[in-house]
C-alpha cells in the first residue's frame, strides 16, 4: 500500500499569497497518477487535478500541479476568498488500494 | 447534469446492516467504474471500495473485505453498497464517485455524491 503524506498539516496565508502544498508518496507513483481534491466545510470534494499537473474541468489556471515519482505539488498562485479549504492528494496507481493523504487546511492568514 | 446521488443512511447498532444506494444520471453510467468513499466525523478521506463499469471486478479495502459489498444495476443507473457486521468505526459520511475515464479502472475520482451519513452506535 502507498502512504501519502501531506504537509504542511496547516497553512495560514492570506488572500493573494502564494499556497504551496506538498505530497510525498511512500514509493513511486505508477504513471504519475496522482490527483488533488478540495474540500470545503460540509461538501463533497471536488477534482482539482489529475495526472500530477492537468486541470480538470472548469478548475482556474491558479491552480497548477507539478511533481513525478514519490514528490508531488499543488501550487495556488494567487489565493482567492473561495479557495481557504483542506485539500488532499490521492494515487491512483496501478494497484488497490486507492490512498489519501491525511490533508492540508489552507487557513487564513 | 451530470450528478449522483446517495441514499440510505441511518443509525444502527453495532453488528447490523444497512444498504446504501447510489442514484446516477446525466452520464452513460455503464461506461465507468464507480467507487465508495467514506469519511469519519472530523478526518480524512478513506477509499472502501471499487466495481468495474460492467461489474466485472471489484476490490475492497482490507477494513471492509468480507463485511461490505458493492454491486451495481446498469439498467437502473444504480450503485449499491450492502454493509454487514457494522462496528463503530464505520460511522462516516459514504460518498459514491465516479471514474474520469470510460471503461477504466486507474483513474480520478471527477463526480462526488453530497454523501450519506452511516452512524453506527448502540
Known amino acids: 500500500e502507498i502512504v501519502l503524506t501531506q504537509s504542511p498539516g496547516t497553512l495560514s496565508l492570506s488572500p493573494g499569497e502564494r499556497a504551496t502544498l506538498s505530497c510525498r508518496a511512500s514509493?513511486?507513483?505508477?504513471?504519475?497518477?496522482l490527483a488533488w481534491y478540495q474540500q470545503k466545510p460540509g461538501q463533497a470534494p471536488r477534482l482539482l487535478i489529475y495526472g500530477a499537473s492537468s486541470r480538470a474541468t472548469g478548475i482556474p489556471d491558479r491552480f497548477s500541479g507539478s511533481g513525478s515519482g514519490t514528490d508531488f505539488t499543488l501550487t495556488i498562485s494567487r489565493l482567492e476568498p473561495e479557495d481557504f479549504a483542506v485539500y488532499y492528494c490521492?494515487?491512483?496507481?496501478?494497484?488497490?488500494?486507492?490512498?489519501f493523504g491525511g490533508g492540508t487546511k489552507v487557513e487564513i492568514k | 447534469q451530470v450528478q449522483v446521488v446517495e441514499s440510505g443512511g441511518g443509525v444502527v447498532q453495532p453488528g447490523g446492516s444497512l444498504r446504501l444506494s447510489c442514484a446516477a444520471s446525466?452520464?452513460?453510467?455503464?461506461?465507468?467504474?464507480m467507487h465508495w468513499v467514506r469519511q469519519a466525523p472530523g478526518k480524512g478521506l478513506e477509499w472502501v471500495a471499487f466495481?468495474?463499469?460492467?461489474?466485472?471486478?471489484?476490490y475492497y479495502a482490507d477494513s471492509v473485505k468480507g463485511r461490505f459489498t458493492i454491486s451495481r444495476d446498469n439498467s437502473k443507473s444504480m450503485l449499491y453498497l450492502q454493509m454487514n457486521s457494522l462496528r463503530t468505526e464505520d460511522t462516516a459520511v459514504y460518498y459514491c464517485?465516479?471514474?474520469?475515464?470510460?471503461?477504466?479502472?486507474?483513474?480520478?475520482?471527477?463526480?462526488w455524491g453530497q454523501g450519506t451519513m452511516v452512524t453506527v452506535s448502540s
Open positions: 490521492q494515487q491512483y496507481g496501478s494497484s488497490f488500494p486507492l490512498t
Open positions: 446525466g452520464f452513460t453510467f455503464w461506461s465507468y467504474g
Open positions: 464517485a465516479k471514474v474520469f475515464c470510460t471503461t477504466g479502472t486507474f483513474c480520478a475520482l471527477d463526480i
Open positions: 514509493q513511486s507513483v505508477s504513471r504519475s497518477y
Open positions: 466495481i468495474h463499469y460492467d461489474g466485472s471486478d471489484k
